[in-house]
């Protein structure tokens, strides 16, 4: 039998019916994704390639349907059967309205199945011969390097630079320093060279060096012996002996106190530790990933930071770009928050309109990724399904940019922000009337102005 390079998503959350469906599947030569429920399904398309969806109708949490819909509108070329054994007229009618190619009821056979997988794949290739299948409404390809990476998001070339990088140093334990504004991911990016790589299983410590009281932070990194300090009642180790064999990362390196930085120091030199009170040091062997949104060569002109250090921390750099540097993102990271707090909060999917979409991607958000969740967050909150530009929070939709030592009137500033508007929605007077959060009329009235 010819190999096939198919990959094909099974959803059921009867776990005889997945595991028959795989059999068959495998004896053709088919590469196979199981998942139990909608949510582990659309976790697996969002990182995985995916060339056919079969799927169940009644599922406890979210039913298929909505997964149906939720793949018609994220992944529109991803052929679709339907397998179910409680089939209705109505289920049938909105599953082909959404784009189901096949529809196979329970039980069925070994050849009606073949029949049905074959022909979906079949009449896939017959209307978008030339056209991934797993193509999204943002341009998402086959291309490996353009595939999301775990948490990390985003097609941009700023974010394929930073995932590039990982690839290099997941499998080794050189030290890594991660810069980027507050709320753009530094840790996530951590996260990801450690469980990206062949020291997975290992620990990984994360601490935020500006959360602890600086007169606790050497304590806790390094552990202390009985007797140290009042309140030292015992032997401690800190959070570098539980990373041992694994990975610490360090956020917000910058607010260590030059005491602690001088023990930092020795653990990257000597590859030892010495708890706070003990004479003796302890081997280990971590990986450390330290983070900051601060200038650390500003902070070495006015020695605050060590230079020394600073130099043993960049053996690798990597630099999170802000959230206004990649805006061709935007799109996929509010998908991601949009599926996450719909399933948190209303139990289905929500949508969001074209006008929406265009005032999130317009803003600079200078909170970063963080911002733009909370923004999602609330607007899931608010709405009634589809998020307006009305869901939105009015800062968002005033964001106009002028020099800062440039005092316009109002009336120009209405008019340039008009304009702005204008052209986001590409002269389309209703839309943009909708942004701005007035009738048609008025904005006609304000054109002739």
Known sequence: MQLRNENILIVDDDIH???????????????TYRAVSVKEAV??????????????????????????????????????????????????????????VAYLTKPFTKDELKTAVDGTLQADKHNNPKV???????AKTHDKDKEPYGEIIGHSEKIQEVIQIIERVKNNKATIFIKGESGTGKELVARAIHYKG?????????????????????????GYKKGAFTGAEKDRDGFFQAANGGTIFLDEIGNASLAVQSRLLRVLQEKEVVKVGAQQATPIDVRIIAATNSDLQEMIQKETFREDLFYRLTVVEINVAPL?????????????FLFKYGVEYKDRFVKITPEALAVLKRYDWP????????????????CDGTITVA??????????DFPDDELVPLKEMEKRYIQKVLDAMDNNKTKAAEVLGIDRKTIRQKLAE
Request: proline content about 6%; overall charge negative.
């Open 198 to 222: 062949k020291f997975s299983r290992a620990p990984f410590i994360a601490v935020n060096c500006g959360g602890i009281p600086e007169n606790l932070l050497e304590s806790e990194l390094f």
């Open 17 to 31: 019916i997945l595991e028959l469906l795989q059999r068959h599947l495998r004896s053709w030569d088919f590469h």
């Open 132 to 138: 991934p299948t797993a193509v999204t409404a943002h």
């Open 367 to 382: 909170g970063n990724i963080r911002e733009l969740e909370n923004v999602v967050q609330r607007a899931v909150i608010m």
């Open 391 to 400: 869901h939105l929070p009015d800062t968002l939709k005033m964001n106009i």
């Open 324 to 336: 206004r540097e990649r805006k061709e993102d935007i799109p996929l990271l509010t998908d991601k």
């Open 43 to 100: 976790t697996i398309l969002r990182d995985t390639r995916i060339d056919l969806l079969i799927t169940d109708l009644k599922m406890p949490e979210i039913d298929g349907l909505e997964l149906i819909k939720f793949v018609s509108e994220h992944y529109p070329n991803l052929p679709k059967l339907v397998v179910t054994g409680y089939p209705s007229i109505q289920d049938s009618l909105a599953a082909i309205k959404s784009g189901v």
